[in-house]
């Protein structure tokens, strides 16, 4: 299984959410030609509710932690809960490679 | 000094305060580089720490703020958060509301 694939899992068990993107984009940075190491999550989730930005994103690295342990270098985070996202369903833009 | 104190030494003495990959004129990081322009672009003086100088000061203050990856900000002896969560509340205006106490008159 990719790891693309693993961290769709655990997202999906952690928070079962009404919508989520995980994408690739290690092509972006200064790593190996096919590397599992730099990704985009986007997670819609009830989980989120009432929760500010810095404890969103601690629930979503809580559920790749095995990942992180294991390689995964980077992971740009758009956290929303459904009410939110269902008012504005945008995803952050993830920065260039600065090297 | 044990790395824990020394990180909170320099929380407490930097009123903004980035913790990076690379320096200000030589970020080494794509999500580093952002929030050095963000926090140039809100015109306030802010200090960096290069975490790849120090092995012990990257794994370090990633116990410390519970966060796995860098960069990381903080405002006030507060963590902020890393590019994304920057990124986000430099569109909002949250951003300027928070460094507004930390800027020079």
């Given at each position: 299984?990719?790891?693309?694939?693993?961290?769709?899992?655990?997202l999906?068990?952690?928070?079962?959410?009404?919508?989520?993107?995980?994408?690739?984009?290690?092509?972006?940075?200064?790593?190996?030609?096919?590397?599992?190491t730099h990704?985009?999550?986007?997670?819609?989730?009830?989980?989120?509710?009432?929760?500010?930005?810095?404890?969103?994103?601690?629930l979503?690295?809580?559920?790749?932690?095995?990942?992180?342990?294991?390689?995964?270098h980077?992971?740009?985070?758009?956290?929303?809960?459904?009410?939110?996202?269902?008012?504005?369903?945008?995803?952050?833009?993830?920065?260039p490679?600065?090297? | 000094?044990?790395?824990?104190?020394?990180?909170a030494?320099?929380?407490?003495?930097?009123?903004?305060l980035?913790?990076?990959?690379g320096?200000?004129?030589?970020?080494?990081?794509?999500?580093?580089?952002?929030?050095?322009?963000?926090?140039?672009?809100?015109?306030?003086?802010?200090?960096?720490?290069?975490?790849?100088?120090?092995?012990?000061?990257?794994?370090?203050?990633?116990?410390?703020?519970?966060?796995?990856?860098?960069?990381?900000?903080y405002?006030?002896?507060?963590?902020?958060?890393?590019?994304?969560i920057?990124?986000?509340?430099a569109?909002?205006?949250?951003?300027?509301?928070?460094?507004?106490?930390?800027?020079?008159?």
């Amino acid at each position: 299984m990719s790891r693309r694939d693993r961290i769709e899992r655990a997202l999906t068990i952690a928070f079962e959410p009404s919508h989520l993107e995980v994408v690739n984009e290690s092509h972006m940075h200064a790593v190996p030609k096919n590397a599992e190491t730099h990704f985009k999550v986007v997670v819609v989730a009830e989980a989120f509710v009432g929760k500010g930005a810095v404890a969103r994103h601690q629930l979503v690295y809580g559920a790749l932690r095995e990942e992180l342990a294991a390689g995964l270098h980077a992971v740009a985070i758009t956290s929303r809960d459904p009410a939110e996202w269902s008012a504005r369903p945008e995803a952050n833009v993830s920065p260039p490679c600065a090297s | 000094m044990d790395v824990q104190a020394h990180l909170a030494s320099l929380i407490a003495q930097h009123k903004v305060l980035l913790f990076m990959k690379g320096s200000k004129s030589f970020p080494q990081c794509g999500f580093s580089s952002r929030v050095v322009d963000l926090l140039k672009r809100e015109g306030i003086p802010f200090e960096t720490v290069n975490v790849l100088a120090d092995p012990a000061i990257r794994q370090g203050i990633k116990e410390l703020s519970n966060w796995p990856t860098i960069p990381q900000l903080y405002v006030g002896g507060k963590f902020l958060g890393g590019c994304d969560i920057v990124t986000e509340m430099a569109a909002s205006g949250d951003l300027a509301k928070e460094l507004a106490p930390f800027k020079p008159a």
